[in-house]
């Protein structure tokens, strides 16, 4: 019982003790890679199946310790299966991030984004020919950390989108002629199809 205890306590000390740390002027390259399913069965029987692709090379500099802002790229590619169609994606955005080291080597982290994103969808063959659409996009996720070594990062976002508010304007043409909508949406994002999906990166850091 005595060795329990005091493997409780070493935890415990290891947990809230912060060897690791993002140091002030440090600057990072690196990327997320996110990728999952997720499908949809309405009252009637019917599936819709998606599959999605989300590459985002970034760059990040710490203004003060543990205390970063970044920039980043992105690529979406998404497959509706039900309706034979594909979705292209390309944006840019800034995000902040805050550190808080858990122990030696580990992180938790939150980060705000706000991201602009233009996307085109091939033909769809049940609702739409084709259509276009503008997306500007806030959001606040958490996420964990790990330093592979003092120079490589690795690390995990957790749900993403955890919360969220958008606005697109979307133009699509129809057999019927072109219809074109607006729309704003905000709220969070913690269904069970977060367990579907993953996002993963790594950062290289110079100056450390």
Do not use: C, W
């Not at 060897?19 to 440090?26: D, L, R, T």
């Not at 690196?30 to 199946?49: H, I, P, R, W």
């Not at 970063?68 to 902040?96: D, M, P, R």
């Not at 806030?138 to 003092?150: P, R």
Request: no cysteine; net charge positive.
């Amino acid at each position: 019982m005595k060795q329990i205890k005091l493997l409780a306590i070493a935890i415990l000390l290891i947990a809230t003790t912060s060897h690791a740390q993002i140091n002030k002027g440090i600057t990072a390259l690196g990327g997320n890679l996110s990728f999952g399913t997720a499908s949809v069965k309405t009252d009637n029987g019917f599936k819709q199946t998606s599959t999605f692709l989300t590459i985002s090379p970034s760059f990040i500099t710490a203004y003060k310790d543990n205390r970063a802002v970044g920039f980043n790229l992105s690529y979406q590619y998404t497959k509706n299966t039900s309706a034979s169609s594909k979705f292209n994606g390309y944006g840019a955005g800034i995000f902040l991030r805050q550190y808080k080291p858990l122990g030696k080597s580990f992180y938790v982290f939150a980060q705000e984004a706000l991201n602009f994103q233009y996307a085109k969808n091939s033909p769809d063959t049940i609702n739409y020919i084709n259509s276009k659409s503008i997306n500007v996009m806030f959001t606040a996720n958490l996420g964990i950390a790990y330093d592979l070594s003092k120079k490589i990062q690795l690390e995990l976002l957790l749900f993403n989108n955890l919360i969220s508010a958008e606005y697109s304007h979307l133009k699509s043409t129809t057999i019927s002629g072109i219809v074109k909508s607006d729309n704003f949406n905000i709220g969070a994002n913690l269904d069970g199809s977060q367990l579907t999906s993953l996002n993963i990166g790594a950062k290289i850091f110079f100056g450390r």
